[in-house]
Nanobody, 123 residues
Framework: QVQLVESGGGSVQAGGSLRLSCVRSGSTYEVNCMAWFRQAPGSEREGVARIYRNGDASYFADSVKGRFTISQDNKENTVYLQVNSARSEDTAIYYC????????????????WGQGTQVTVSS
């Protein structure tokens, strides 16, 4: 089993920045890749970005490219999501997810989920 705990959410002004963290614990050797998803009120959960253990990173949502950065510290078992130039449409609950195999946009690809952290961007 793997446990995921997100932190770093909060309120930020449009144009501002914040960094989300996700710490994994338990059977961390199982994890091949990690991802960030988000769910805005009234919307489905959507993939934001993913990163493999070897550092290969990519972004699912075109709207975040150039503004968000996913990174990791494998020694600390932590994945980060740096949010810059925040927009009101970034307001959502952000979830961290872990997969034993592959990371893509499909929620079903993930074996473990965190509880989520709220990000609110005010204009």
């Amino acid at each position: 089993q793997v446990q995921l705990v997100e932190s770093g959410g909060g309120s930020v002004q449009a144009g501002g920045s914040l960094r989300l963290s996700c710490v994994r614990s338990g059977s961390t050797y199982e994890v091949n890749c990690m991802a960030w998803f988000r769910q805005a009120p009234g919307s489905e959960r959507e993939g934001v970005a993913r990163i493999y253990r070897n550092g290969d990173a990519s972004y699912f949502a075109d709207s975040v490219k150039g503004r968000f950065t996913i990174s990791q510290d494998n020694k600390e078992n932590t994945v980060y999501l740096q949010v810059n130039s925040a927009r009101s449409e970034d307001t959502a609950i952000y979830y961290c997810a872990a997969s034993r195999r592959m990371c893509n946009r499909d929620n079903a690809s993930y074996n473990y989920w965190g509880q989520g952290t709220q990000v609110t961007v005010s204009s």
